[in-house]
C-alpha cells in the first residue's frame, strides 16, 4: 500500500529557479493538501483542493500555484524560488467530503539558496 | 491565522509516567484531531474528537475537549520510549463546506528508557 508519495523527497534549488515538487496519492481520497512546516511555526496550509478541478488557497499561499487535473494528483509549483520558502514541505490527503483523518507523505526537504 | 498552540512546547518524563499535552484554539471549530510525527517523517493521525464531544479514548490515549475555553489535552498513560515523537492538535476550520484543517505548533516529547 503506497499511500501519498512525493517526489523529490530532499532537493538544494538556487533562488529564482521554478520547482515542482509532486504529490500522488492511490486511495481515491477527494481532498488533498499542501503543508509547509517550519520549526517553532508547526505546519501551515498552503494550498488546498477539494476535488478534482478544484483548488483553494490556505495560510501562506504567496509565491505557490497548484493545480488538481486529476483525482490523483496535485503538484505544487514555487514559481521563482526564494530563500524564504526553505521549508519541508507536506502533501495530505482526505478520504470524503466531511470531517476525517488526514493522511501524509513522508515530506519534501526543499533548501532555496 | 486560526493556527492552535500546544503547551508545553517540549516534555520529558521517565518511561512509564503519564505524558500531557494540551492545545488552545482561537476559532469556534467543528471538530479537533491530534496527530503524531516521528523526527524526519509525516503526520500520522491518533485521534479525532467532535466538538459535541468531551472526551474520547484510544488505547493508551485520552483527549478531552473544552469548546468553551477553546482547548483539548492529549493525555498518554503509561508512556513508553517509543512515544518519543512530536505531538500536533489540528482544528477543523470549515467554512461554506470547504474543510481546511488548521495546525498547531506541536509539543515535542521525550520518553527516557
Known amino acids: 500500500i503506497a499511500g501519498i508519495t512525493q517526489a523529490p523527497t530532499s532537493q538544494i534549488l538556487a533562488a529564482g529557479r521554478r520547482m515542482t515538487l509532486r504529490c500522488t496519492q492511490d486511495m481515491r481520497h477527494n481532498a488533498m493538501y499542501w503543508y509547509r512546516q517550519d520549526l517553532g511555526l508547526g505546519l501551515r496550509l498552503i494550498h488546498y483542493s477539494n476535488t478534482a478541478g478544484t483548488t483553494g488557497k490556505g495560510e501562506v499561499p504567496d509565491g505557490y500555484s497548484v493545480s488538481r487535473a486529476n483525482t490523483d494528483d496535485f503538484p505544487l509549483t514555487l514559481a521563482s524560488a526564494v530563500p524564504s520558502q526553505t521549508s519541508v514541505y507536506f502533501c495530505?490527503?482526505?478520504?470524503?467530503?466531511?470531517?476525517?483523518?488526514?493522511?501524509f507523505g513522508e515530506g519534501s526537504r526543499l533548501t532555496v539558496l | 491565522s486560526q493556527q492552535g498552540e500546544e503547551d508545553p512546547q517540549a516534555l520529558s518524563i521517565q518511561e512509564g509516567e503519564n505524558a500531557t499535552m494540551n492545545c488552545s484554539y482561537k476559532t469556534s471549530i467543528n471538530n479537533l484531531q491530534w496527530y503524531r510525527q516521528n523526527s524526519g517523517r509525516g503526520l500520522v493521525h491518533l485521534i479525532l474528537i467532535r466538538s459535541n464531544e468531551r472526551e474520547k479514548h484510544s488505547g493508551r490515549l485520552r483527549v478531552t475537549l473544552d469548546t468553551s475555553k477553546k482547548s483539548s489535552s492529549l493525555l498518554i498513560t503509561a508512556s513508553r520510549a517509543a512515544d518519543t515523537a512530536s505531538y500536533f492538535c489540528a482544528t477543523d476550520a470549515t467554512t461554506s463546506g470547504t474543510y481546511k484543517y488548521i495546525f498547531g505548533t506541536g509539543t515535542r516529547l521525550k520518553v527516557l528508557a
Open positions: 495530505a490527503s482526505r478520504k470524503g467530503q466531511s470531517a476525517g483523518e488526514l493522511f
